[in-house]
T-cell receptor, first 114, second 112 residues
Framework: DTGVSQDPRHKITKRGQNVTFRCDPI?????LYWYRQTLGQGPEFLTY????????KSRLLSDRFSAERPKGSFSTLEIQRTEQGDSAMYLC????????????FGPGTRLTVL | GESVGLHLPTLSVQEGDNSIINCAYS??????FIWYKQESGKGPQFIID?????DKRQGQRVTVLLNKTVKHLSLQIAATQPGDSAVYFC???????????FGTGTSLTVIP
């Protein structure tokens, strides 16, 4: 499978715990995006990387959220001190270059905070 | 962010009929628009896009119409099949082009 992959697919955690998600983009894509999607809503942008540089962050990305892409390949999204409101689907997408209309999305990680 | 909205949250059609999904947008400066399909348990999948200098674009069984006067998009699916059942989103790029604004989505159910 040469698409975008995400791990884990599902995560259940207790309030206050830290969680980390991983995204592996399509190998030649230098742009990587994180979105959050709640039930019945469209994806909401969180942040994006060009290679290893994090170039844009949404106001939705509170101080408890941090994303990295250390080698310009895979990326991790960490949520510290999770809250029930963090429960959502976290989607990763990648694209080849700026101006490429198509972002390829992964299957997402569904987070449930109890 | 800009407002991208859909008129109908749900749509049910008979297999073989045509489907029309509508979307309103607010940023008249957007260069292009994209339709995504999202099946249950999967990420959104690109269907078709249209640039702002076009009124119509056709793909395989899908047609997107753009009415810039009233800032309205529609996605037409011909001969709808059970595999078309999904949530459909329209999306437009931000001013920086680094993200997309998605609408709420329309859930399409195809009745066999």
């Amino acid at each position: 499978d040469t698409g975008v992959s995400q791990d884990p697919r599902h995560k259940i955690t207790k309030r206050g715990q830290n969680v980390t998600f991983r995204c592996d983009p399509i190998s030649e894509h230098n742009r990587l995006y994180w979105y959050r999607q709640t039930l019945g809503q469209g994806p909401e942008f969180l942040t994006y990387f060009q290679n290893e540089a994090q170039l844009e962050k949404s106001r939705l990305l509170s101080d408890r959220f941090s994303a990295e892409r250390p080698k310009g390949s895979f990326s991790t999204l960490e949520i510290q001190r999770t809250e029930q409101g963090d429960s959502a689907m976290y989607l990763c997408a990648s694209s080849l270059f700026q101006g490429a209309n198509e972002q390829f999305f992964g299957p997402g990680t569904r987070l449930t905070v109890l | 962010g800009e407002s991208v909205g859909l008129h109908l949250p749900t749509l049910s059609v008979q297999e073989g009929d045509n489907s029309i999904i509508n979307c309103a947008y607010s940023n008249s400066a957007s260069d292009y628009f994209i339709w995504y399909k999202q099946e249950s348990g999967k990420g959104p999948q690109f269907i078709i896009d249209i640039r702002s200098n076009m009124d119509k674009r056709q793909g395989q069984r899908v047609t997107v119409l753009l009415n810039k006067t009233v800032k309205h998009l529609s996605l037409q699916i011909a001969a709808t099949q059970p595999g078309d059942s999904a949530v459909y989103f329209c999306a437009e790029p931000s001013n920086t082009g680094n993200q997309f604004y998605f609408g709420t989505g329309t859930s399409l159910t195809v009745i066999p």
